[in-house]
Structure formats: structure tokens, C-alpha cells
């Protein structure tokens, strides 16, 4: 499909453990974002990737998170010795991000992941 | 920076009844104004969004929104819902100052459509 897509769809960890995530964008697609969704809770910004540009990081919550992203196509995410407060779905999405435009962001199915 | 404010985390409504969901942005340049959906158990999606031009905008399935610069608004709105409106729903705004591409999302509101 031409769609962003994630992996793994869910994800289940003991405490402690490092987990990544994967996001393939929609090709073409220069801007590339992670979010986080807590349960019943609104979308929270991590980090926004925009062609070679250095990334804003600004919404990282802790040093324990990083991402990654492979010129303008797949990202990683990776959350170290992860606690049971990083559980949430963590959504991809990716526009394209056309300077001193806005346009339409497209998301992927999201990645659950459970902290035991 | 920028912030959004949905006022109503949820909004029950009877089928075919009005409704309006509220979305105030804090911000004192020109923006760029969305809604997005997420249906259950499906992905968000965007619903419409105001770039330029008319203030009033549409989506394909009855929802409206309208820019209001004066009072930092743009709130969503459908004469009459059906039961598959139920959904989250997220306004988001991004500064049309900026070279890239970020965008601020809203809470959320919940809403509930009862037949």
C-alpha cells in the first residue's frame, strides 16, 4: 500500500528493556513526525524530522527516548530501560512538508506498546 | 508557542441532532487551522483544515468549520450527526511563520452519537 505504515502493531516489554519502533513514511514525503497517545488522552508531539534540517527534538520527554531517520525515508524510534509510564500508543505520520506551507499529515496505524 | 485549547473533552449528543465542537488556538500571527478524526479502532485522519481564502470550510460528510481570527476560534460543527460521527475528534494549528511543517494538536474531544 502507499500508506505509512509501523511496526511491530503492538509491543509488549518487561520494565527495564529497550524497545524500537519502526516508521516507514509515504515515499516523497520530506517531514516525518512521532507522536505519542496516551490512553484517553490527546496527541502528544515527540520529534519532527524535515528533509536534511536538523530534527526538533523539543518534545522528547526524557533522555531515555531517540529517534532516527534514514535521509527521507524510514524512522526509528527508541525508547531505553523503559518504564511502565512510557505505555501508549506511539503514532508516525509523515506530509509533505513543503517550506512555509502546511499541509495534510498522513498517520500510520500506530504501534501499542505495553511496559509490564 | 503555540497551544490548543478543546474545551469539551466529551460530547454526548442524540442522533440527527445539532452539534459543535469547540477549538480555541493561542496564537497572535497568521495560522494554518485543522481538524482531524479518528474513528474507532482506525487511525486519525484529517476531516478539513483552513489554509486561505474563505473562512468557512467543509468536509465531504457535513461537517463545517469557521475561522474566526478575532476570537481565535475555529470550531466544528454538523447540522445534523448520524451515529457514524461517533469519534475523536482533534483540532490542531501550525504557524504559517515557520519554514517547516509542525503542527499542534488539541486534547481531543470524545464524541458520542446516541441513536
Do not use: M
Not at chain 1, 78 to 93: M, P
Not at chain 2, 26 to 54: D, E, H, I, M
Not at chain 2, 75 to 97: G, N, Q, W
Amino acid at each position: 500500500g502507499a500508506g505509512v505504515s509501523q511496526s511491530p502493531s503492538n509491543k509488549v516489554t518487561e520494565k527495564g528493556k529497550d524497545v524500537e519502533l519502526r516508521c516507514d513514511p509515504i515515499s516523497g514525503h520530506t517531514a516525518l513526525y512521532w507522536y505519542r497517545q496516551r490512553l484517553g488522552q490527546g496527541l502528544e508531539f515527540l520529534i519532527y524530522f524535515q528533509g536534511n534540517s536538523a530534527p526538533d527534538k523539543s518534545g522528547l520527554p526524557s533522555d531515555r527516548f531517540s529517534a532516527e531517520r534514514t535521509g527521507e525515508s524510514v524512522s526509528t524510534l527508541t525508547i531505553q530501560r523503559t518504564q511502565q509510564e512510557d505505555s501508549a500508543v506511539y503514532l508516525c505520520a509523515s506530509s509533505l512538508g513543503l517550506a512555509g506551507g502546511s499541509t495534510e499529515q498522513f498517520f500510520g496505524p500506530g504501534t501499542r506498546l505495553t511496559v509490564l | 508557542a503555540q497551544s490548543v485549547t478543546q474545551l469539551d473533552s466529551q460530547v454526548p449528543v442524540f442522533e440527527e441532532a445539532p452539534v459543535e465542537l469547540r477549538c480555541n488556538y493561542s496564537s497572535s500571527v497568521s495560522v494554518y487551522l485543522f481538524w482531524y478524526v479518528q474513528y474507532p479502532n482506525q487511525g486519525l485522519q484529517l476531516l478539513l483544515k483552513y489554509l486561505s481564502g474563505s473562512t468557512l470550510v467543509e468536509s465531504i460528510n457535513g461537517f463545517e468549520a469557521e475561522f474566526n481570527k478575532s476570537q481565535t476560534s475555529f470550531h466544528l460543527r454538523k447540522p445534523s450527526v448520524h451515529i457514524s460521527d461517533t469519534a475523536e475528534y482533534f483540532c490542531a494549528v501550525s504557524d504559517r511563520r515557520t519554514s517547516y511543517d509542525k503542527v499542534i494538536f488539541g486534547p481531543g474531544t470524545s464524541l458520542s452519537v446516541i441513536p
